[in-house]
């Protein structure tokens, strides 16, 4: 059984910094990729970043520059280091795991089956 938990939101001032972790568990021959989603109430999901497990990572252009998306492996965790922070960012953050056959920029979120309930980031000016 696969399942993904994410972990470290909280809240900051504008400017900022915070590191979100997703601990996957089942994940190894049934998921390829790894990808980091927000959403706010009243608005579609958005694609933040993904990484996929041969390391090739991208992000979405509303945070290049500021977020940075790595894996470890050998724990099955993969990270989200969320600096410049603003009030813009605020969202529930989920991560999630997929089977990604062909890439889209944007990932897609029906290309990921594996889902975690979210963690709050809030952000203040």
């Known amino acids: 059984q696969v399942q993904v938990a994410e972990s470290g939101g909280g809240s900051v001032q504008t400017g900022g910094s915070l590191r979100l972790t997703c601990t996957g568990s089942g994940t190894a021959h049934r998921t390829n990729t790894m990808a980091w989603f927000r959403q706010v109430p009243g608005k579609e999901r958005e694609w933040v970043g993904g990484i996929y497990t041969g390391g090739s990572a991208f992000l979405a252009d509303s945070v290049k520059g500021r977020f940075t998306i790595s894996q470890d492996n050998a724990k099955n965790q993969v990270y989200l280091q969320m600096d410049s922070l603003n009030p813009e960012d605020t969202a529930m953050y989920h991560c999630?795991?997929?089977?990604?056959?062909?890439?889209?920029?944007?990932?897609?979120?029906?290309?990921?089956?594996?889902w975690g309930q979210g963690t709050q980031v809030t952000v203040s000016s």
């Open positions: 999630a795991a997929g089977l990604v056959r062909k890439h889209y920029d944007p990932m897609r979120t029906q290309d990921f089956d594996y």
